[in-house]
């Protein structure tokens, strides 16, 4: 059983966080809708299978995402997609946003110290399966 303090602390977290230059939520956002007005289900679940962001956000600033399993960290310029499918058996990713520095580990707490990076040529390769679309490519920083 599941402590209920663990679900309040889950409850208090916030469900977006903002700096001048970045944004992060878990899931997903919609460009034309201000972060406090955004559903919870659109913040914390909805996939890029089901809704590909089609153009960056008003504010300008940078996404930072995850909830949608990538081969390796997607990279498209004004949004970034961390998620690297650590309950798969992938890697966990964290991010400098400052740096651009990228670590990752596995669950046998093997580290990768060269992490690749997937740029995309277009959003709209994305829509359907993120995982190996042939507009991918890999690129170690």
Not at 54 to 82: F, M, Y
Request: contains cysteine.
């Amino acid at each position: 059983m599941i402590p209920r303090r663990h679900f309040a602390f889950l409850e208090s977290c916030r469900n977006y966080f903002e700096t001048d230059r970045h944004f992060f939520v878990h899931a997903n956002y919609k460009p034309d809708v201000p972060l406090d007005r955004l559903d919870i289900h659109t913040l914390r679940w909805l996939s890029w299978r089901d809704y590909v962001p089609p153009s960056p956000r008003c504010s300008g600033k940078v996404a930072i995402v995850g909830h949608t399993p990538q081969p390796e960290v997607l990279d498209l310029g004004d949004l970034k997609c961390l998620d690297t499918n650590c309950c798969y058996g992938g890697w966990l990713t964290a991010l400098d946003v400052d740096s651009g520095q990228l670590w990752q580990v596995d669950e046998k707490g093997e580290v990768r110290t060269q992490p690749g990076v997937v740029e995309n040529d277009g959003r709209s390769s994305l829509s359907s399966d993120t995982r190996g679309s042939p507009n991918h490519r890999l690129i170690k920083p």
